[in-house]
């Protein structure tokens, strides 16, 4: 079941104002957040977060992203029951990419790969 999501309010959000100084946002005001698995290092999938994203996810311990399609927040697994479970959130040294550690139920691609990165793999000489 669908958790019922606001929409999203620029400059809206209870994230710690000291965690949002440090964030170097796109110009619609989001972050690339990568997610891998914590204990294998395997690379999921790459979402997108803007501060009340990151706040939800940094304050449920579920992966909440946004939605730059459906312009929605979404929780990682609420319609298809493949959680994530947050480990721990790093952010880069510039500021502007995420990495957030989680414990993958289930695939983490929409299309039913345990990965977003397994099926098309470019060689490099």
Not at 57 to 71: D, N, V
Request: proline share 4%; charged share 25%.
């Amino acid at each position: 079941m669908r958790n019922a999501v606001q929409p999203r309010r620029p400059g809206s959000t209870r994230l710690d104002p000291a965690i949002a100084a440090r964030l170097k946002r796109t110009s619609d005001g989001l972050l690339p957040a990568i997610a891998q698995q914590y204990d294998t290092g395997e690379v999921l999938m790459l979402g997108w977060m803007d501060d009340e994203a990151l706040h939800r996810t940094l304050t449920t311990g579920r992966c909440t992203y946004w939605s730059r399609s459906r312009q929605e927040y979404w929780v990682k697994g609420d319609t298809s029951g493949h959680l994530q479970h947050v480990k721990s959130v790093a952010l880069d040294c510039d500021g502007d990419t995420l990495l957030v550690r989680v414990d993958q139920v289930g695939a983490a691609c929409h299309t039913g790969a345990r990965t977003c990165f397994d099926e098309d793999v470019l060689l490099a000489p």
